[in-house]
């Protein structure tokens, strides 16, 4: 099996640094010459493959792995072909960043059956503000295929990631009386169907904010933060990585505020559909 060559992107300074073995357990040297495969697990909801790429010309392909030998899917077409070398992965060699949201398909629709695998996957600009789509892709990943038109929230279930925590204590003990004041600010709720920037919203210091999606519709939604009444406004981030950034519906906490004065926006971003959105404490 030969693959082709994968630069990291550049600037990028490693964190930690990692050994490889091969199955016989022998030591593995990895180079820009002899790269490290790519292996792909499969399994029950586990996606068939799940990496990307960008090649010297520009076009997107996903790597796939049978186990004998890869063969590469251009995002664009749909049709396997081979990329023009080097390939890099998607990040910040190319200043976009993808979201890809996986679903089982409950029952069967226009380019895919009941059971299949399906990929959402959306290419966002991070180098704008807000982030902004580029590319917008329904891909059948058992068929290898790119599906015409956007498929039937009804006809879908995501699939979640599973998380393991270990050595966590079932119970926690508090000593003493605890005191937690009410939010004294208005939640910013409504419904979007078509693309703009909401808000302010105006978080009490010490309580987590809670942002909820409902409805069907296809997008980004990206929590934006300012000190300066609005006149800048930043994607917040968490490592230095991107946070707040959804394309699917949630119910969850997105941020703690602990300056005064600051301010909460939603940059909402559609392609489709409408959203019902509500951020509050």
């Keep these: ?98 979201v890809q949201t996986q679903y089982t398909a409950l029952q069967g629709g ?37 599906l015409a038109s956007t498929p039937s929230s009804a006809s879908l279930a995501e699939i979640a990631p599973s998380v393991t925590v270990a050595n966590f204590p079932a119970t926690q003990n508090v000593a003493g009386t605890v005191a937690v004041a009410a939010p004294t600010t208005t939640a910013l709720a409504g419904t979007a169907s078509s693309s703009g920037v909401y808000g302010p919203y105006h978080p009490v210091s010490g309580r987590s904010v809670i942002l909820s999606l409902a409805g069907s519709w296809s997008g980004s939604v990206q929590v934006l933060r300012s000190t300066d009444a609005g006149g800048t406004r930043l994607p917040v981030t968490i490592g230095g990585g991107v946070w707040g950034l959804f394309t699917g519906n949630c119910c969850e906490g997105v941020w703690d505020e602990s300056e005064a004065g600051a301010e909460l926006y939603l940059s909402i971003q559609l392609t489709d559909g409408t959203v019902t959105y509500r951020m509050a404490q």
């Design 1 to 98: 099996m030969s693959n082709l060559e994968i630069k990291a992107p550049g600037g990028f300074v490693p964190q930690m640094g990692m050994s490889f073995s091969d199955a016989n357990g022998l030591a593995q040297s990895v180079t820009a010459i002899t790269p490290l495969p790519v292996a792909i697990v499969s399994g029950a909801c586990a996606p068939l493959a799940d990496v990307s790429v960008v090649d010297a010309a520009g076009v997107y392909w996903l790597v796939r792995d049978d186990g004998a030998q890869l063969s590469y899917v251009n995002w664009g077409t749909g049709n396997t072909g081979q990329p023009t070398a080097p390939v890099a992965p998607i990040g910040k060699l190319t200043g976009q960043q993808m």
């Design 110 to 146: 226009t380019g895919f059956a009941a059971g299949d695998l399906l990929s959402h996957v959306l290419m966002l600009n991070i180098a704008t503000t807000p982030p902004t789509v580029v590319t917008n892709v329904w891909a059948n990943i058992t068929q290898g295929s790119v």
